[in-house]
């Protein structure tokens, strides 16, 4: 056998390069592979609703897949996508949802029928439902509320208060009246009230781009929810361990009642005799006081005891202190 370093460099290098490409590509591709990613269909849909490739696919709620492509054929939009581990019939209805107030969408599917879904047949639009966007309705109320004459609508509620002025009741009048000055109002701020719904339409697609961070703020509110719930766990343990401490220290009592009564009995008296001499009590404490603090200076500058003694040795003068000198 030949050995490697025997062989000719240039043949190694290429199938070594081959070997390497092949490698990569098969990395980079693994998740289109027909084993790897499921089965491939496609669905007719009469707009794309705002799903996109790398959408979730659900049956039941749970993911079994993606979207893989979404592309104009003629009058409609065709949505391919990917599904795996999951059986699908030749009824199978497929629905666009909106999976969050923000804007993203899913494709749920309903996997009906007896026999096995074709998946080079695609799923028709009769058996395809698409939403209604939030921000296409709020499009739709921008377009409808600039195609009102706002003048013309305000002249018509003034005609009709001025004809039902004299022939109708004055709870009638006075309504038609407010709806005239309401029109009138409306009319005042037609501008302003275009610039608010362009700008709520505005803040629908800022708020749909911070999709992500919105998930991560919930799914964060999850571990917190989930750390509280934890700790009530360990509230409620504690809660039943005292309460059942409660119960044994209540059956020691019952047990020990005869011998906790008479000591319990001389407790008491021992607490009327000491609210008698409270005062003694206190007048006990005042002169314990200076008592102590005159041994503490004794006694508290070292191994001796520190003091005076007034006549130990006889003095002329004895040892009365001067007039004054205590001052």
Excluded at 84 to 111: E, F
Excluded at 227 to 242: N, Q, V, W, Y
């Amino acid at each position: 056998m030949t050995s490697l370093r025997n062989r000719n460099p240039v043949t190694v290098g290429l199938i070594g390069a081959a070997a390497m490409l092949m490698v990569g590509l098969l990395t980079f591709f693994w998740s289109d592979l027909p084993f790897v990613s499921g089965t491939e269909y496609t669905a007719e849909f009469g707009e794309a609703a705002g799903i996109k490739p790398n959408d979730e696919v659900r049956v039941a709620g749970v993911k079994v897949g993606e979207v893989t492509d979404v592309e104009l054929d003629g009058d409609h939009v065709k949505v391919t996508f990917r599904a795996q581990g999951v059986w699908l019939g030749d009824q199978t209805v497929a629905v666009i949802r909106i999976k969050t107030l923000l804007g993203q969408k899913n494709l749920a599917l309903d996997p009906l029928g007896t026999q096995p879904l074709d998946p080079d047949v695609p799923i028709p639009r009769s058996r395809t439902v698409t939403p209604y966007d939030v921000n296409d309705a709020f499009g739709d109320l921008a377009k409808t509320t600039g195609a009102i004459d706002t003048a013309q609508l305000a002249t018509s509620f003034r005609t009709l208060s001025e004809t039902f002025s004299k022939t109708s009741p004055e709870q009638v009048r006075a309504a038609f009246d407010g709806l005239s000055r309401l029109s009138t109002t409306i009319s005042s701020r037609d501008q302003e009230l275009r610039k608010l719904l362009g700008n709520t339409s505005s803040l629908g697609r800022t708020v749909a781009d911070r999709n992500a961070q919105f998930e991560s703020l919930i799914s964060d509110g999850g571990v917190l929810l989930a750390e509280f719930a934890k700790r009530r766990e360990a509230i409620a343990s504690l809660l039943a361990g005292t309460r059942e401490l409660a119960k044994q220290l209540g059956g020691v009592v019952a047990d020990n009642q005869a011998q906790l009564g008479p000591a319990l009995a001389q407790l008491e008296r021992v607490t009327t005799v000491l609210q008698r001499n409270q005062d003694n009590l206190d007048r006990g404490l005042r002169l314990a006081g200076p008592f102590y603090r005159l041994i503490g200076n004794a006694v508290g500058n070292g191994r001796w005891i520190d003091t005076y003694v007034c006549g130990l040795v006889p003095s002329p003068n004895g040892c009365v202190p001067p007039k004054g000198a205590g001052r």
